[in-house]
Every structure is written in C-alpha cells, then in structure tokens.
C-alpha cells in the first residue's frame, strides 16, 4: 500500500510539474501581443511584446481607433495612425519587443495596437489601448443576421494585351463564390477589393454587387480589378467585407517590354534624323563653286563633255566648219594651214619683192 501511495504522490507531482509548460504550449499557439501600459497619452510612448509570430517575420505596429480585439480594425488601416507607426522583426522564437509612440487616430475610441505581419502568410492581433484625452464614441451596430462566407478559392480571369504590352493598366476580373451562412438574406453587400505592391499597405476600392443572398445560398461573384499604366512586378489582391478581409490572391504582373523597345527605337531614330536633317542643312547653304549648277556631286559642264556629241549646241544651229588643227608640234607662226592668214598681205606679181622699182620717165 505504501509503494503505491507513493507512486500515485508521484504521479501527481510530475503532473502539477507539467501543467505551466502545457499552458505555456497553448497560449503559444497563436501569435500574441502584450502592452506595458493600458493606459497613455498622446506624445508618449508605450513597450509592445508578442510573442507566438513566425520566426523572422516583418511585423507592423500602429494604434488603431473604432477597434476591438473580438471585432478587429473597422475600415482598415484608414482607422490607424499610420505616420507614427514602426515595422519590428520577430526573432527565432517568433517573439519582439519594441517601443511604439502614442498618436491619436483619425476615427475616435475605443482604441487597440494592432499588430499584423507584412509579407508572406496573413497573421494579426489586438491589444486594448485607452489613448487619454482622445474621443471616444461606441461602435456601430454589428450587422446580425446574414453572414458571408468565401465557399471557394479566389481565381484572377483575364490575360494581358498588346496595349498591356506597351504599358497600359494591367486588369483582372476576381472571381469567387461566397454563401450566406447567417439566418437572413444580404441585399447589395459592399466588398472592398484592395491591390499591394510589397511592403505597402493595400489600396482599398469599394466595389457593390447588386443583388440579394438569401439564407443558406451562395452566388458567384465577379469584381473588376486595374493597376496603374505600366505597373509590373509582384502584387497580392484582397478582399475584405465588413472589415474581415476573406481571401488573397497573388499576382504577378510582366514588365511592359513594349515601353522599352519603343525608347530603343527613339535612341536610335532621333539622332540618325537629326544627323540627315543637319547634313541636308550644309548641303544647302554651302557656297556654289564657279562652272556649273552641283547635282549630287557632278556639274552640268561635266556631263556635257562626258557625253558625246553634246555641248554648247543650241538649238537649230548648225555644226561649224573644223577649224585648223592645231597640232603639238606646230606653233601657230609655223602651221601650214595658218601661213597664209597669220602672215601679212603682200602682192602676187612676178616682180621679185627685192627688186627695186624704178620711177620716172626713160
């Protein structure tokens, strides 16, 4: 009897041992955060600890109005105090500790830290902060009732263009089914369809679908989504409805090649333009050489003596008599043919011009 009171005492001990470890194990399931302050002023500042976060992960911290932790950031991230919040890295353990200063947020209290991861898989949570001297005004009525459920995974329609190509507004088409698993029909439910680019906090467009969900139903759903012209790179499309985002799509978008192409071309058109347009510039207001009018480097008095029998000829006159010849040997005194012009007039008579004529009477 006593060998087994004592393995029993046993037993009980290594089990009150075990029971803070257990409870340790189970808070640690989902991530964490814990403030070293309830309460804070504006202009003050605040220790943020969490714990339970994947390990390395970028987290963002911000004090968020019109928010609770059991009904999360109503309208998002235009709720929080986006200028004073600070980005902090888990460690290994997946735990952090940062400061955090005291803003006001642009909606009024009740007020929490929010803290959500900025890349990778989609984690958050809420600590309950009393910003003192900041307004404070209850929460809206929380819908009841009809309840909107993602029934399938979201699916981004569409291909890109050739106008996509040279840098017009990559667009998509989300595509998913939803279901109502509250008790009565939703009429006209507004979603919020938000695209990020990296680190960047999504860009948040309402977008209605007209029509009525009714209880136990579902419906398919298709939302128009656009980037900016020239967009490329990695983006996440999410969807939120009544401040709970649903579902996240990865997409990635290709660089416009066609906008480069199109700037190689510009490089390589303009300067060879303006080098024809600048020579043509020289090529008319060089100065003429004397003989002749320039045609693309051969003057007209070249051409006529390139081609035979063309010259000087004008119209309807008649080809001249050849003239003497002027040969290389001959000077124009010494030209046979020449003598008799060159030469000066004399008489022809028999009388030898040497001898003398007498005058008078005999």
């Given at each position: 009897m006593n060998g087994k009171v004592r393995t029993a005492a046993l037993l009980a001990v290594f089990a009150l041992l075990l029971l803070p470890l257990t409870a340790g194990t189970a808070a640690a399931d989902g991530p964490s955060v814990r403030l070293s302050t309830a309460q804070a002023g504006t202009g003050g500042s605040l220790t943020v600890s969490g714990s339970g976060w994947?390990?390395?992960?970028?987290?963002?911290?911000?004090?968020?109005?019109?928010?609770?932790?059991?009904?999360?950031?109503?309208?998002?991230?235009?709720?929080?105090?986006?200028?004073?919040?600070?980005?902090?890295?888990?460690?290994?353990?997946?735990?952090?500790?940062?400061?955090?200063?005291?803003?006001?947020?642009?909606?009024?209290?009740?007020c929490v830290v929010h803290v959500a991861t900025v890349e990778g898989a989609k984690a958050q949570a809420d600590a309950v902060l009393k910003v003192a001297g900041h307004a404070v005004e209850p929460l809206p009525a929380q819908p009841s009732g009809g309840?909107?459920?993602?029934?399938?995974?979201?699916?981004?329609?569409?291909?890109?263009?050739?106008?996509?190509?040279?840098?017009?507004?990559p667009s998509r088409t989300l595509v998913f089914t939803v279901g109502n698993v509250g008790t009565s029909p939703i009429r006209n439910p507004v979603f919020q369809v938000?695209?990020?680019?990296?680190?960047?906090?999504?860009?948040?467009?309402?977008?209605?679908?007209?029509?009525?969900?009714?209880?136990?139903?579902?419906?398919?759903?298709r939302l128009p989504v656009e980037l900016a012209a020239g967009a490329h790179g990695d983006y996440t499309v999410s969807l939120k409805y009544d401040g709970k985002v649903l579902a996240e799509q990865p997409w990635g978008v290709g660089r416009p090649w066609g906008v480069t192409l199109f700037w190689v071309l510009v490089c390589l058109v303009v300067p060879a333009a303006l080098f024809r347009a600048g020579m043509a510039i020289v090529d008319r207001v060089r100065p003429r050489r004397a003989g002749g009018l320039r045609h693309r480097g051969l003057r007209l008095p070249?051409?006529?003596?390139?081609?035979?029998?063309?010259?000087?000829?004008?119209?309807?006159?008649?080809?001249?008599?050849?003239?003497?010849?002027?040969?290389?040997?001959?000077t124009p005194d010494s030209d046979p043919n020449t003598a008799g012009r060159l030469s000066a007039p004399h008489d022809d008579s028999p009388t030898s011009p040497t001898t003398p004529t007498r005058k008078g009477t005999t």
């Open positions: 994947r390990p390395h992960a970028l987290l963002m911290m911000l004090v968020c109005g019109r928010s609770t932790p059991s009904r999360g950031v109503l309208g998002g991230t235009n709720s929080c105090a986006n200028g004073d919040g600070r980005a902090v890295t888990t460690d290994a353990k997946g735990s952090f500790t940062r400061k955090l200063p005291v803003a006001e947020p642009p909606v009024p209290c009740p309840r909107l459920s993602i029934l399938t995974d979201p699916r981004l329609d569409g291909a890109d263009g050739l106008l996509t190509w040279f840098g017009a507004p938000g695209t990020s680019h990296g680190v960047f906090a999504p860009q948040w467009e309402d977008q209605e679908w007209r029509g009525t969900l009714g209880s136990g139903k579902k419906a398919r759903i070249e051409l006529a003596l390139r081609l035979p029998g063309l010259g000087n000829r004008k119209p309807g006159a008649h080809a001249a008599p050849p003239t003497a010849s002027t040969l290389p040997w001959f």
